[in-house]
């Protein structure tokens, strides 16, 4: 199948950090992405992470990714009101992304 | 570097009509894949070109079609709209096809209302 679960909704207090997770489908996908979606826009790379690794690091921003269970994390630390907005996991299936539901982070002041 | 441009941002169609949206990938990318974006269905694969060809389709009537130039730049057509077809068309751009693991980086979206 090609579905990729994500939670719909997460709040986070500002300053705290913020743990999006995604369950993928496919053990043969190469890559997966995050991508940030603000209101009104297009969708924003945030990070990628090759399957053949368990952990990377971009600034921010944290993936893991734990290929046994098909689980992939976005950890997002010192979370500010900037990062509200629809965080989307995607993975490669064949010549195509596929994309989970999203999951909108709402942050508290 | 520009990013990946498409146009129009925004329009409004009348049931029956048909339309044509334009995507200018990254300079020097090859492959540009369509994507349909809905409240209701969430985001679904239209179509995938590179080097001109339609390498994979999604799974959408005949109504949607696409073409890729020869600069790369390509465009998708929806013919006898339907109110259904309301959405946020976004367009891909990568390198080389997306099972070659390269990034793949998204336009800012045509936003079409069909009335």
């Known amino acids: 199948g090609e579905d990729v679960e994500q939670s719909l909704f997460l709040s986070v207090r500002e300053g705290d950090s913020s743990v999006i997770n995604c369950t993928y489908t496919d053990s043969s996908s190469t890559y997966l992405y995050w991508y940030k979606q603000e209101p009104g826009a297009g969708l924003q790379l945030l990070t990628y992470i090759f399957s053949n690794m368990d952990m990377k690091q971009d600034q921010r921003l944290t993936v893991l990714l734990n290929k046994k269970d098909k689980h992939l994390s976005l950890r997002i630390a010192d979370t500010q009101t900037g990062d509200s907005a629809i965080y989307f996991c995607?993975?490669?299936?064949?010549?195509?992304?596929?994309f989970g539901t999203g999951t909108r982070l709402t942050i508290i002041p | 570097k520009a990013g990946v441009t498409q146009t129009p941002r925004y329009l409004i169609k009348t049931r029956g009509q048909q339309v044509t949206l334009s995507c200018s990938p990254i300079?020097?990318?090859?492959?540009v894949s369509w994507y349909q974006q809905t409240p209701g269905q969430g985001l679904q694969f239209l179509f995938e070109y590179f080097s001109e060809t339609q390498r994979n389709k999604g799974n959408f009537p005949g109504r949607f079609s696409g073409r890729q130039f020869s600069n790369s730049r390509s465009e998708m057509n929806v013919s006898t709209l339907e109110l259904g077809d309301s959405a946020l068309y976004l367009c891909a751009s990568s390198l080389y096809p997306g099972s070659s693991g390269n990034t793949i980086y998204f336009g800012e979206g045509s936003w079409l209302t069909v009335v």
């Open positions: 995607a993975e490669t299936w064949g010549e195509k992304l596929t």
């Open positions: 300079s020097g990318h090859r492959s």
